[in-house]
Nanobody, 123 residues
Framework: QVQLVESGGGLVQAGGSLRLSCAAS????????MGWFRQAPGKEREFVAA???????YYSDSVKGRFTISRDNAKYTVYLQMNNMKREDTAVYYC?????????????????WGQGTQVTVSS
């Protein structure tokens, strides 16, 4: 069983920054891909960013150039640095882990999910 705990969400003004963290426990973190997804009210969950066990990185077009995903294998933690935030970034952000074949861009590829952390961007 894998446990994922997100933290770092909150309220930020447009143009500001937040850093989300996702601490993993329960299995070998270093061999798993990690992803961030988000879900806004009334919308489907959407891909934000992912990082493979080998360090390959993927971003959605909507956050490319503004968000940065990274991982610290020694701390079993993945981060999402969010800069120049926009109102449309408002959502619940989820981290997830993936240790099976499948595209990083689809939520169905991921095995375990955190409980989510709310991010609200005000104008």
């Amino acid at each position: 069983q894998v446990q994922l705990v997100e933290s770092g969400g909150g309220l930020v003004q447009a143009g500001g920054s937040l850093r989300l963290s996702c601490a993993a426990s329960g299995r070998t973190f270093n061999s798993a891909g990690m992803g961030w997804f988000r879900q806004a009210p009334g919308k489907e969950r959407e891909f934000v960013a992912a990082i493979s066990a080998g360090g390959n990185i993927y971003y959605s077009d909507s956050v490319k150039g503004r968000f940065t995903i990274s991982r610290d294998n020694a701390k079993y933690t993945v981060y999402l640095q969010m800069n120049n935030m926009k109102r449309e970034d408002t959502a619940v952000y989820y981290c997830a882990t993936k240790d099976r074949p499948g595209t990083y861009f689809s939520s169905s590829s991921y095995n375990y999910w955190g409980q989510g952390t709310q991010v609200t961007v005000s104008s």
